[in-house]
């Protein structure tokens, strides 16, 4: 896990620029503590930060490899899970090897195969190949974008990096909001659109793409998408092949040369990845695997339970905790360091994003890093499983939106109305949301429910998915800390794509199968717990003391988000604490006090970034 950052200028002679690239890079130091290390030729400069975890002494960055006096130089930002299998098939056709890091390994397998590399890979990335001989770039990003790259053209440069930070750092870049871009953020965000952020010109390599670049061409391709096809198997097989896939997957992510654990939050999900963590850490090592929860100052005591939130966590953590036999640790965050961290979560992201849900994450990552440098998350599973409110509720099924921001109007009521009046937010998402359906394929066997379903399970591990894996990376990476998803394995999402509806939701249940595939592994509480979500305080001085921050930006008549969106209606979110929005800002998660954080945030964010809005 680690950070990139790159520049290709086929007009200039940049050998000589390193300053440039290594201002870019300390802009994302954060994401790789532990080393750095810089590759200049004439027509290309690459830096690289490194967060050391596989082969520490083998495995360091910009790494070469000279074959038929081709010299072939990687960047790369992941963890590839198949490293093993890969590099048998490597020497088995004539390459050998110097240590036993998957970075030697995707560089000599992208010498073997090509552009195709990718289809070979297992794993999370981000990576930039450079041929020297044919001064070509290859820039590749995997299956579901769980490793970030941007990617710009500015002035004769083509500058790509891990976080947009390090392209504004770069002298010809310029930080610029247009239209599409202030759509993004109060049209979709915290979500985005596959492949833009929302800084003009600057754009996102979506997930599973690569880009071939050269004095010629720049070409982008897709080398994998998901395939819609008849699902054989009956129930029991079904389960038989899910469980054979999910702990393959999290055993295949197990491995580390660094201290290892989960995040464990006592849901289905968590308690999944910790159960069979913990079974192979036993069976390894003969050693108990190390597990954290995160948790509020005065929850239990502030807690109001709702639909989406049914209750709290530490019961069931202790359950699991006493059930696996894990040594626990609980992170306790306050109120005070949640605001405090809205900016550094922020600045995290690049962007305004969930609020506290994001500072808590971030909080919660760097007291874990304190004892571990690896974790493993259950996320992803709600997405690929149904496990979402908006898979089972009438009024989301039918909304002809994205369920998970619903409250379109209001979100057109922030806008300033010399922008709203330019601006069409509802148009803009709807364009969004159709564009994306049409992706989607059926068979001619489906039923009208598993199409609807079909359509929401892309819907929502295209767009909603994608906010979680870029928070989780953003957050951890902040930290110098790395966290694995083995839902996201690209075998788990292809094979549970085609398993229909109604067997997905066996007995009715949000993530019914999974339930059912877990009957035995865990205990029955555990497995019949109603979903509840990543934890947010329901502490009321957080709620008092973003509505005083955000009272006190909105006294100063030129802070800039006065200029971006309504103060009046600002105002009125404020008096009524967010009740004046209908509907939860994003997600389940995002209502009044953490909207009030949002708008806090959407102001530190135009302080920091100063962008210039061009409609």
């Known amino acids: 896990m680690c950070g990139i950052v790159g520049i290709v200028n086929y007009r200039e002679n940049i050998s000589d620029q390193k300053s440039v690239i290594r201002n870019m890079s300390r802009e994302i130091s954060r994401r790789g503590p532990d080393e750095d290390g810089i590759f200049c030729e004439k027509h290309v400069n690459l830096a690289h930060k490194r967060l050391s975890i596989i082969d520490i002494e083998n495995g360091k960055q910009p790494m070469s490899y000279k074959l038929d006096e081709v010299t072939y130089t990687i960047v790369y930002n992941g963890q590839i899970y198949n490293t093993e299998e890969l590099r048998q098939i490597l020497k088995d056709n004539g390459f050998k ?28 990335f981000a990576l930039a190949i450079w041929n020297s001989k044919k001064e070509e770039l290859f820039l590749a990003r995997d299956h579901f974008g769980i490793k970030p790259l941007y990617y710009s053209f500015a002035g004769e440069n083509l500058i790509f990096a891990s976080e947009v930070k390090a392209i504004l750092a770069h002298p010809a870049s310029k930080a610029i909001i247009d239209k599409t871009g202030i759509s993004e953020l109060f049209g979709l965000g915290p979500g985005h659109t596959q492949g833009i952020s929302p800084f003009k010109g600057i754009e996102e390599l979506e997930p599973a793409h690569f880009i071939v670049y050269n004095k010629n061409c720049f070409r982008k391709e897709e080398f994998w998408k998901i395939e819609t096809k008849e699902h054989t198997d009956n129930l029991k097989q079904t389960c038989e092949k899910l469980r054979f896939l999910i702990k393959d997957s999290i055993e295949r992510q197990l491995v580390s040369d660094v201290p290892i654990g989960t995040l464990l939050s ?14 192979y850490y036993k069976r390894k090592y003969g050693k108990k695997l190390d597990t954290f929860s995160v948790d509020y100052v005065d929850q239990e005591k502030n807690f109001v339970k709702n639909d989406f939130q049914p209750n709290t966590d ?15 640790k609980k992170i306790v965050l306050d109120t005070p360091e949640l605001f405090d961290s809205l900016e550094d979560a922020m600045i995290a992201r690049d962007f305004p994003g969930m609020a506290d849900v994001d500072s808590s994450y971030l909080l919660f990552f760097k007291n874990v890093k304190k004892d571990i440098k690896v974790a493993l998350s259950g996320e992803c599973s709600d997405e690929i499983f149904g496990g979402y409110p908006w898979y089972f509720r009438e009024d989301t099924l ?10 379109l109007d209001e979100r057109q009521k922030l806008l300033h109305e010399n922008i709203s009046s330019k601006i069409n937010l509802k148009e803009y998402v709807s364009e969004k949301y159709e564009k994306s359906l049409s992706k989607v394929e059926f068979l001619n066997t489906d039923t009208q429910d598993n199409k609807l ?73 555990i497995i019949y717990r109603k979903k509840s979500p990543y934890p947010k305080t329901h502490n009321p001085s957080y709620t008092k003391i973003v509505k005083e921050k955000l009272s006190k930006i909105m006294q100063n008549i030129d802070a800039p ?27 389940q998660l995002m209502t009044g006090p953490q909207l009030m954080a949002y708008l806090i945030q959407v102001n530190m964010w135009l302080e920091k970034y100063n962008p210039r809005i061009e409609l």
């Open 561 to 587: 988000i006065n200029r971006l969106l309504n103060r009046k209606y600002i105002l009125e979110i404020i008096e009524t604490e967010g009740k004046a929005f209908s509907r939860p800002w994003f997600g």
């Open 398 to 407: 039918n909304s002809n939106t994205f369920p998970w921001s619903i409250a």
């Open 97 to 124: 090897f110097e240590g036993h890091s998957d970075t030697e390994v995707i560089l000599k397998a992208y010498v073997f195969y090509g552009k195709d590399v990718c289809k070979h890979l297992n794993g999370i």
């Open 453 to 525: 379903h079909r359509k929401l399970i892309y819907l929502t591990s295209n767009w909603f998915m994608q906010t979680l894996l870029d928070r989780t990376d953003r957050m951890c990476m902040f930290n110098g800390f790395e966290v694995r998803v083995p839902f996201c394995d690209y075998r788990i999402v292809e094979y549970a794509w085609n398993i229909p509806w109604e067997m997905k939701a066996y007995k009715g249940r949000e993530k019914g199968l999974l339930r059912y595939c877990m009957e035995g592994e865990l205990p029955e509480e």
């Open 314 to 328: 530490n019961y069931y953590i202790d359950l699991m905790v006493n059930y696996l036999d894990t040594n626990h």
């Open 266 to 279: 006592g849901g289905l999900d968590s308690s999944i990845i910790t159960k069979y963590a913990s079974d």
